[in-house]
């Protein structure tokens, strides 16, 4: 590039861009924010959320009767899905017990107020993980699209402004051009972090929540009969369950 070759680039096409190409610029900027904000607090609140069902399931199992455990949860209140599941479906069982049916929602057998507690549970931990992906999978789809917007916005302008300059070499054109495809980058830039992100949350749920329904399935025969279904040999080991009829 000569001293007479006016210089190109990214702060070349931001001093040269007009509010429109700014507005989808600080857009996209925004959207790239929420986007990695997303990801990486919904990552770390999985990573956090396994560890601690993982040591709430080594103590769920160990204990000696579901006493032992509404006592802990008690305690301490529940702080992952497996635990607040267990402490819904406890105070169900119990509610049912001890005060029968009082209003329509407890209609039917324990068994079956427990069973419509659990799939409530299940349910708000569903929309709980699935909160924020709606704006990971807007991003994802329409970020490429936005910055296309850009760039063809850029190319208009950069060919007019070389039509009334009456300069069309190579040389000239290819600059301007050159500095609107930035958008179309940006715009990639932007949208495949959202989709990768959105993919490894979307599988990290769907995991979690076929775990927590298995799970919902042992805890159900817990409070129904005091045993757990081995689901493998077909085989039912009675355990030690306070209460269980």
């Known amino acids: 590039m000569d001293a007479a070759t006016p210089g190109i680039g990214f702060g070349h096409f931001l001093a040269q861009a007009d509010g429109v190409a700014k507005f989808i610029l600080v857009l996209m900027a925004v959207a790239s924010a929420a986007s990695w904000y997303l990801i ?24 000696p009767s579901l006493d032992v455990v509404a006592a802990q949860i008690e305690q301490k209140h529940p702080d992952e899905p497996f635990s607040h599941l267990v402490y819904h479906a406890i105070v169900a069982s119990r509610h049912h017990e001890r005060h029968g049916i009082n209003r329509l929602n407890e209609a039917g057998s324990s068994s079956d107020f427990v069973t419509r507690t659990l799939r409530k549970t299940i349910d708000e931990e569903t929309a709980s993980l699935e909160s924020g992906l709606t704006v990971l999978a807007s991003v994802g789809s329409t ?103």
């Open 40 to 63: 990486v607090t919904k990552l770390v609140s999985y990573a956090r959320a396994k560890r601690r069902s993982s040591a709430f399931l080594d103590f769920f199992w160990n204990a």
């Open 143 to 245: 970020a490429p699209f936005v910055g296309l917007l850009g760039t063809v916005w850029g190319i208009y302008h950069a060919l007019v402004a070389i039509g009334v300059s009456g300069a069309g070499t190579l040389d000239k054109v290819a600059g301007p051009v050159g500095e609107a495809l930035i958008m179309t980058a940006i715009g990639l830039a932007v949208a495949i972090p959202a989709v990768l992100g959105y993919n490894l949350i979307v599988r990290a749920n769907r995991l979690t929540l076929a775990q927590l329904d298995a799970f919902a399935h042992d805890l159900f025969a817990f409070l129904g009969t005091g045993a757990k279904i081995d689901s493998a040999g077909g085989n039912v080991t009675p355990l030690k369950v306070s209460g269980a009829r």
